[in-house]
Structures are given as structure tokens and as C-alpha cells.
């Protein structure tokens, strides 16, 4: 079992894990929770979030060379402290501030496809990582910054989740985190490249010749923890640089991927998104955003089927009860998007592409808040949901204004998790032209 959990995360479940309320299991020393209900995950991951605060050991063994202590691993005081700096940074009210780079970078995408031949595929997997790089890059260290800085990081990051999974085996059986994890020579060259250009974009933002240009490593570098009054270190903006690029990056490309990929076998559905970007004119802002209502609602129907994390594990710091059943210190308690979101007993047609659940009115509006978790939940969801969201949208529309991608011929989609849930390692798509 622990040679196909390493392989594939998600061939592992049997049929009856997409139907029941509690999962438990034993991996030799260490107690497995899955709360696979809206309810079940409210009481873990909201009304009992203090007990379940911590990332599981895999979780923060396969990140710690990547982020330090930055937001998406850290737990106790200093995820308290950090997120009281970095959360205003991306809150929902600085949004219409942050998206011009993406409006921008999605327009440059599309010009750069008319230059493409379109009998020759491309990979759309890489596509949207150079573009949802370039905008998180613009987005964190300033609209000047060149496509070079980007291609690099993103390089490196993909470069990492190859060789890093996301089962530490030796957590898995319930090992003390003391034990030395063995660490891929690739995996560090890939850690420390992040690190040298993340350090050297930081110096440039922060240095008198940079002080003109917003970004959010200059509003982290003007904010304060308010209770302190102290701002971070320089270590502290380079993980948190490195947390907003891989959430702001990775997941949002694997998401645009997975949408082009469920478009091209959904005609209905991509003609309608066609027609709403065609009816803009223009490249997609944020100011469109009501104005492309299916839009949205096909990426937060992608989001259902394709959750950019499948799995959110904790794990117990003390003994407690979950569900009225006994839950050990130590346990690994886990919410599984992968399983929720395709859940018999919660959706109709739970496997079937349908975005019109999610438009006003539709299924998704009459089910219980936690059906539909991608952003994470209780206190540690995501503080760039909103931002995620947006930009999907944005890029979406943007580039279906031009382009109807096609699948290429005897491609084989099939997903894998390693870090996020990506349709394996390329996507080779054609670049159909819409308008001449």
C-alpha cells in the first residue's frame, strides 16, 4: 500500500470513500481521520481548530527547505504573528489594486499565442505556469520586473515538486520528526536556486531605486505585526515571497490547466465562455468580473473536480473526540477535497463537469458551507483565495476572447498529486484560432 500511496495518492481510495462520513485506518504507529462531511470537517477544522492547528509532518517535512517557516507550514506563535503582517497584504479589499499585471499578462499571452503555428501543440500545463508566474511575480515584486526572474523561479519549483512527494513515508508510520528525512540532491539545488533569486528580486524591491514601484514585498516591508509593532526580517520576506509564489503561481496554473483541458471536452460549456468574453471587447479586468458570471463558475466547477490540494491534513496535538469517536494525540486528521468534492451523497453527477451548479441558483448555492472546500478551511484557509479566483478569471476570459484550445490527438490525461493536483507532467493542447 505505502509503494501505491507514494505513486498515486489519489488511486488509493475504494468506492465506499466516496460515500461515507468517517474514514479510519492505522499505518503501523500512526492513527489516519479522514472527516469526509461538511459537518465532520466544520467540527476539526473550525470549532476544533486549536487541536488541529498543525500541518502534518509530510506536509512540512516536503516544504520546510522550500519555506522556511513561512505562512502555509508554520503553526503556534509564529503563524499567529506572520499572518497578522502578511494577511492585510492580499485581503479582498486591496483586489481591484492587484489585478492590472493580470489583465496585462494575460493580454501579452494571447499575442505571443497568435505567433504560435497552431498545427503544433503546445503545453498547456507550462503555459499557465509562465503566465500565472509572471503575474505573481509582478504582483510581489513590481510590474518592472522582467519574464527572466520568472522563468527561473518557475523552473526551479517544478523542478522541486518532481523530485519532492508529498508522502514522507517515515511520518506516514508515525516516526518522531526528529528522525533525519533523506532530502534528493535535486531537491536542494532546486531550494537553494528559489532562494538565491528570491533574495536578489527582494534586495532590488527594497533598495532607494526600487522604493517607486508598489508590490507586496513593499507592503509586507511597510507593514507591522500590530500587537508588536515589528516588522519581519529579511529571511521572513523571502519564505513569505516563497509561500505567495507557490500559492499564487503553482495552483492557479494547475486550475487554468485543468479548465482549458475540461473545456475542450465540453463544447457547450467553452462556447458559452466565448460569448462572454467576446461580449467585453477588451482584455478582461477587474472590473468584468460581474459580467462573467459562467466564466467564474466553470473555474469553481474545475476547482470541485480538481482541487489545486486534494488532501488537507493535520495533525491532533492533543487526545479529543471527532464525530463522537475517540481521536489520538498524534493522529493525522484529514479533509480530502479529492473525496468531498466528488462526494455520491452531496453532489448530483459527481463526476460530470456541470459549471451551472455554480451559477445563482444552482446546486452548489443549497449545500452545506464545507461541501466545497478548495481554498482550505477554518482559520488557515487561504488569505489569496480571492486573488486565486480573480486571476483565473481574468486569464480565462482573456485568452478564450482569441482561442478555443483543443486537446491534441491520442494525448492521455490522467491526474497526479505530488505537492498539487496536476494533469500529469504536460498537457500538449493546439492553440485553435477563434477570429482569422
Not at 492513527?31 to 470549532?47: G, H, K
Not at 457547450?268 to 472590473?287: N, Y
Not at 463537469?353 to 464545507?370: C, H, N, Q, T, V
Request: proline content about 8%; some cysteine; charged content about 25%.
Amino acid at each position: 500500500m505505502l509503494r501505491l500511496v507514494r505513486r498515486s495518492f489519489l488511486d488509493i481510495w475504494p468506492e465506499r470513500s466516496f460515500e461515507g462520513d468517517m474514514l479510519r485506518a492505522r499505518v503501523l504507529l500512526r492513527d489516519v481521520v479522514i472527516c469526509n462531511s461538511p459537518a465532520l470537517v466544520q467540527e476539526a477544522f473550525v470549532e476544533h481548530a486549536p487541536d488541529y492547528e498543525r500541518k502534518s509532518p509530510q506536509m512540512r517535512h516536503a516544504l520546510k527547505p522550500l519555506l522556511g517557516d513561512g505562512l502555509f507550514i508554520s503553526d503556534g506563535a509564529v503563524w499567529r504573528e506572520r499572518r497578522k503582517v502578511v494577511a492585510p497584504v492580499t485581503h479582498v479589499s486591496r483586489l481591484a489594486s492587484l489585478t492590472p499585471p493580470m489583465t496585462e499578462a494575460a493580454a501579452e499571452r494571447a499575442v505571443a499565442w497568435r505567433r504560435q503555428d497552431p498545427a503544433r501543440p503546445v503545453d498547456m500545463l507550462a503555459e499557465m505556469g509562465h503566465l500565472t508566474a509572471e503575474i505573481i511575480c509582478r504582483t510581489i515584486f513590481g510590474r518592472q520586473l522582467g519574464g527572466e526572474a520568472a522563468a527561473s523561479v518557475v523552473q526551479a519549483f517544478a523542478e522541486y515538486q518532481r523530485v519532492v512527494g508529498q508522502t514522507d513515508t517515515l511520518s506516514l508510520l508515525g516516526l518522531p520528526d526528529w528522525m533525519p528525512r533523506w532530502q534528493p540532491p535535486a531537491a536542494r539545488r532546486a531550494s537553494q536556486r528559489i532562494a538565491a533569486v528570491l533574495d536578489e528580486l527582494i534586495e532590488r524591491v527594497l533598495s532607494p531605486e526600487g522604493r517607486g514601484e508598489a508590490s507586496l514585498i513593499r507592503s509586507m516591508a511597510e507593514g507591522v505585526n500590530p500587537a508588536t509593532g515589528k516588522a519581519m526580517d529579511k529571511e521572513a520576506f523571502r519564505n513569505e515571497a516563497a509561500v505567495l509564489f507557490m500559492a499564487g503561481h503553482e495552483t492557479t496554473a494547475n486550475t487554468l490547466a485543468w479548465a482549458w483541458y475540461l473545456l475542450s471536452q465540453a463544447p457547450h460549456a467553452a462556447r458559452k465562455v466565448q460569448a462572454e468574453a467576446d461580449a467585453l471587447g477588451a482584455p478582461a479586468t477587474f472590473a468584468d468580473m460581474p459580467r462573467l458570471a459562467y466564466t467564474r463558475a466553470v473555474i469553481e466547477e474545475t476547482l470541485r473536480l480538481y482541487p489545486p490540494v486534494p488532501l488537507l491534513a493535520r495533525e491532533a496535538g492533543r487526545d479529543g473526540e471527532l464525530g463522537g469517536r475517540k481521536v489520538r494525540k498524534g493522529s493525522l486528521v484529514i479533509a480530502v477535497p479529492w473525496l468531498l468534492h466528488r462526494h455520491k451523497r452531496l453532489w448530483r453527477q459527481p463526476d460530470a463537469f456541470i459549471p451551472e451548479r455554480f451559477l445563482p441558483g444552482g446546486e452548489a448555492a443549497s449545500k452545506p458551507r464545507y461541501t466545497w472546500i478548495p481554498f482550505a478551511i477554518g482559520p488557515r484557509v487561504c488569505t489569496g483565495a480571492a486573488f486565486g479566483l480573480t486571476e483565473a478569471v481574468i486569464c480565462l476570459a482573456t485568452l478564450a476572447a482569441g482561442f478555443a484550445p483543443r486537446l491534441a490527438e491520442g494525448a492521455v490525461v490522467h491526474p497526479i498529486c505530488r505537492l498539487t493536483l496536476r494533469p500529469g507532467d504536460t498537457l500538449p493542447m493546439h492553440l485553435d484560432r477563434r477570429h482569422g
